[in-house]
């Protein structure tokens, strides 16, 4: 089974720390992406990556950073953390659009309170 | 670029119950998939479904491409089954384009 872990189920951080929301996935998956759900609205993206050293911005990026060493890691990293950034976080992969089993695989989320 | 509309946004039912979810969507598309987030958060795929049905236990969903919407169907529902169902399609650009959800509520 494709397992996508994440850091971290629950976070708590005070305004303007640094803070880092890790996601591993096993399946050898060339793309990767950073979702933050709001009630209301839905998922949104902020970053995505499709191979190691690459990002792509998404629908929301600022505020937000990415950093993607690995094939089979990519880290969201908040440089400043603020309370309008509490949310829930979703990692996923996936394999390339066009390929086989053209779906995203979530990890279980990280709910981040910035108080 | 392409829009995902689903219906209904609420649905509360009764456990044993049927009940159909739709997803229009704007353009056409070859992808459409549909997910499920449970109460505690995790999302899971359900269906990858371009065209056509498929069909998973007391889940199926069917897409009717030309007409550009489809259905996902949950016959006899159990409390199991509550949470928000998500359709989603790729688009040019690799990313996907969500649906608002429908949020599924089974009372026992």
């Known amino acids: 089974d494709v397992k996508v872990t994440q850091s971290s189920r629950y976070l708590v951080k005070r305004t303007g720390e640094k803070v880092f929301l890790e996601c591993v996935q096993d399946m050898d998956h060339e793309n990767m992406f950073w979702y933050r759900q709001d009630p209301g609205l839905g998922l949104r993206l902020i970053y995505f990556s499709y191979d190691v050293k690459m990002k792509e911005k998404g629908d929301i990026p600022e505020g937000y950073s990415v950093s993607r060493e690995k094939k089979e890691r990519f880290s969201l990293i908040l440089e400043s953390a603020s309370t309008n950034q509490t949310s829930m976080y979703l990692c996923?992969?996936?394999?390339?659009?066009?390929?086989?089993?053209?779906?995203?695989?979530f990890g279980p989320g990280t709910r981040l309170l910035v108080l | 670029g392409i829009q995902v509309e689903q219906s209904p946004p609420d649905l509360i039912l009764q456990e044993g119950a049927n009940s159909t979810l739709r997803c229009n969507f704007s353009d056409s598309v070859n992808n459409l998939q549909w997910f499920h987030q449970n109460p505690w958060g995790q999302l899971i795929n359900l269906f990858y479904i371009p065209s056509g049905t498929k069909q998973n236990g007391r889940l199926s969903a069917t897409t009717v491409a030309t007409e550009r919407y489809s259905l996902l169907y949950i016959s006899s529902s159990q409390t199991t089954d509550s949470g928000v169902y998500f359709c989603a399609s790729w688009d040019s650009n690799y990313q996907l384009i969500w649906g608002a959800g429908t949020k599924l509520i089974i009372k026992p």
């Open positions: 996923a992969s996936s394999y390339p659009p066009g390929q086989l089993q053209e779906t995203q695989y």
